[in-house]
């Protein structure tokens, strides 16, 4: 798909597995489940392959390591904190940059809640110390290092919180992040923290006092700020509070499928004025729609769609959320650690094994290019959907 300067490398292999680290059985990186393929004529193909060579692609929200195979070891797998990087997945996914999330809250070594700060202190170390044994990943910290990372076939992986909750009260513990690499954070995750409400919560009172001034150091040092998991009013005040645009990195559109998980249309169309990007989320059992009951492409398109329709073709983007594994097991894993149960409260849905199209990073962005190709999408707007607005918007809102 790209020319890239991959060698074959794969994760901790300066290190003796089952010496050095405990192993596990990983999932396939490739070919885990059927491929699927969107159909588009042999000219068509290659459209999409011209376009990916030459755009700077941007996964704005994934997970990019491998999870077992045995579905009954991921808990032991996570409590291990050693997330194994795709790289061989990722050298044939099209991207030049992913934000990486990392474990997240199932980051759980010491503790069965997870986001507490040394435990995402560790989970950054470890990938850090890994991603400095090769030579095709570099850890990206500005724009000009997205842009020189498609120039120079490497991926570019940007560092990424879906929460602020490991700072506690500790506002100097942004600067901390930003130090060692984060550019990205989510003011919160579907609980709420100390600054603010997240989605699960049954009211929601907004940004908090402290929040504010995390909104305002997060301007100052140029992180960029996500709001994909918190209530919708605290999303509104950050919105607001927020000097500079704004991401919803990973969600869909409420009014194609009422979810907490989703945002509604007062909330996508505000981060929109104020310059925002929203990308479109492809996890299982998040963006479907009453069209298409069952997650695939298909729903997942049509969020995409409706957002443009609603904020514009300039604000809106992919942050598919997916990974190497089995995603629907881990979700049955981490059910209480990340709210399934709350974000798709009050909807029924047909639960599938995977997203149809979308099933890890390797398979999201080759077909969303031959969808909006086969829908006769026009270049300049296909390069901007799948990186160039993303650059467009963190160059107003990073330092450099």
């Known amino acids: 798909m790209k020319d890239t300067v991959y060698d074959g490398y794969q994760a901790y292999q300066y290190l003796e597995e089952n010496v050095d680290y405990r192993g596990f059985e990983l ?31 941007i996964s704005l929200h994934d997970h990019p390591h491998v999870y077992p195979e045995d579905q009954d070891e991921l808990l032991e797998y996570s409590k291990v904190g050693r997330g194994h990087l795709a790289y061989e997945g990722l050298a044939q996914s099209g991207l030049d940059v992913v934000f990486d999330n ?15 700060w040394l435990e995402v202190i560790h989970d950054i170390g470890m990938r850090m110390c890994d991603i400095d044994h090769q030579d095709y990943l570099v850890v990206a910290r500005s724009v000009a290092d997205l842009v020189r990372a498609h120039e120079t076939g490497r991926l570019g992986l940007v560092l990424t919180l879906e929460a602020s909750t490991p700072i506690e009260n500790e506002l100097e513990r942004l600067e901390i992040l930003y130090g060692i690499g984060v550019r990205m954070m989510g003011i919160t995750y579907s609980e709420s923290n100390q600054l603010g409400s997240g989605l699960r919560e049954p ?52 009014s194609l499928w009422n979810t907490p ?19 479109i989320e492809a996890a299982p059992h998040t963006t479907i729609t ?5 997650h695939s492409i298909e729903s997942f398109m049509e969020h995409f769609e409706y957002c443009v329709e609603l904020a514009g073709i300039d604000h809106v983007t992919f942050g598919p959320d997916t990974l190497y594994g089995d995603h629907v097991a881990l979700h049955h894993a981490f059910r209480s650690h990340l709210s399934i149960g709350q974000a798709h409260a009050n909807v029924d849905y047909t639960e599938v094994d995977y997203v149809r199209g979308l099933e890890n990073p390797s398979e999201c962005f080759p077909n969303i290019v031959r969808w909006l190709v086969k829908h006769h999408y026009p ?14 918007v963190l160059g107003e809102v990073w330092v450099k």
Request: hydrophobic share 35%; charged share 30%; proline share 3%.
């Open 27 to 57: 999932a396939r990186q490739l070919g885990r489940v059927e491929p699927y393929v969107v159909e588009v004529t042999a000219a068509e193909e290659e459209r999409v392959r011209q376009i990916l060579r030459d755009s700077v692609v």
């Open 261 to 279: 998980r989703l945002k509604p249309d007062e909330v996508l169309k505000a981060c929109a004025n104020k310059g925002g990007l929203i990308g």
């Open 102 to 116: 990392m474990f997240d809250g199932t980051t759980i070594i010491n503790s069965k809640h997870g986001w507490k």
């Open 290 to 294: 009453e069209n298409h009951p069952e």
């Open 203 to 254: 009211s929601d009172g907004g940004l908090t006092m402290f929040g504010k001034q995390a909104v305002e150091r997060m301007n100052k040092i140029g992180m960029a700020i996500d709001v994909s998991h918190s209530g919708d009013q605290t999303c509104l005040d950050t919105i607001e509070v927020s000097e500079k645009p704004i991401f919803i990195s990973h969600a869909g559109a409420r």
């Open 379 to 392: 270049d300049d707007q296909i390069r901007k959907v799948i990186g160039g607005n993303t650059l467009r």
